[in-house]
């Protein structure tokens, strides 16, 4: 596998890449929440600071390490930062080639009509739903647990290799035989996958770190070895840990300030 990793303004990058040049791209841009992004380490048994934690009871904490990213764009600004962006990822896709644009319930359907302009109504191929059930749960509506990933087809040809997608437990296998049952069956649009738990082998320490699982999936489905495949907006470099023969581009966006490290 070859791999590399361009620290600059994405935008610029791509508007210097050849077109029909990628065979894959997945972006994890800023989701347009208008708020800064942050994830804080801490240490409880000391410090200034303090928690409520089990029954109430209040526990002393320190922060030691924090990291943070902005996403403080207004609406306007935010969906051209957006559409730039797609534009040039357009062009730089090969014929074969496919783009998953990972949000959420802030910008997706913002997205959705940004790239039914660019890439056409009839080459939007799946809403899969990242489902998770981790962290705090709302009181007065359904607690939020799910991002939305748009993919789209350059052309009406794309790749999509069933027998390299990971199988999933069946819901009834005695409905379907032993040997189905031993193979399992193929996701649907609905992933249920965990998030990066705090304390996990994968956690880089990156606010919105996405699991290598998530991104091993999306990989063995659109992608061959040897094809090129591009995140735009790397965040924690998940996208590069896939180690399976494909050649990969990650970038960091330093359009604003990139995560402080």
């Known amino acids: 596998m070859v791999e590399g990793v361009i620290l ?17 791209v997945y972006i994890d841009p800023p989701f ?56 040039e990822i357009h062009r730089a896709l090969s014929p074969v080639g496919s783009l998953y644009l ?11 009509l940004l790239l039914d302009e660019l890439f056409g109504p009839d080459r939007f191929l799946n809403e899969v739903i990242w489902a998770y059930d981790y962290g705090g749960r709302a009181r007065d509506r359904w ?3 799910h991002d939305n990933i748009l993919w789209y087809s350059k052309s009406a040809r794309w790749t999509f290799n069933t027998e390299d997608i990971d199988r999933i437990p069946y819901m009834a296998p005695g409905l379907v035989g032993p040997e ?10 609905t992933w ?13 320490g990156y606010p919105t770190q996405k699991p290598l699982k998530l991104l ?46």
């Open 216 to 261: 091993e999936r999306i990989i063995r489905a659109s992608s061959n070895p040897r094809d090129l495949v591009a995140d735009f907006f790397c965040g924690s470099g998940t996208t590069g840990w896939q180690r399976s023969g494909w050649a990969g581009v990650t970038f960091w966006w330093t359009t604003t300030p990139r995560p402080s490290a």
């Open 32 to 87: 347009g929440t208008r708020q800064v992004r942050r994830l804080d380490a801490i240490r409880t048994g000391a410090g200034e600071k303090a928690r409520n934690g089990f029954a109430g009871r209040r526990y002393p904490f320190e922060v030691v390490s924090s990291h943070h990213y902005s996403d403080e764009m207004g609406l306007d600004e935010y969906l051209g930062f957006l559409h730039e962006r797609l534009a």
């Open 143 to 145: 607690p939020r647990k």
């Open 192 to 204: 249920w996958l965990t998030i990066v738990p705090t304390s996990g082998a994968e956690r880089t």
């Open 180 to 189: 189905k049952t031993a193979l399992g069956k193929l996701p649907t649009d």
């Open 102 to 112: 990972h949000l959420d319930f802030h910008a997706a359907h913002y997205g959705r």
């Open 8 to 24: 600059a303004d994405n935008l610029d990058v791509l508007r210097r890449l050849p077109s029909a040049c990628l065979d894959l």
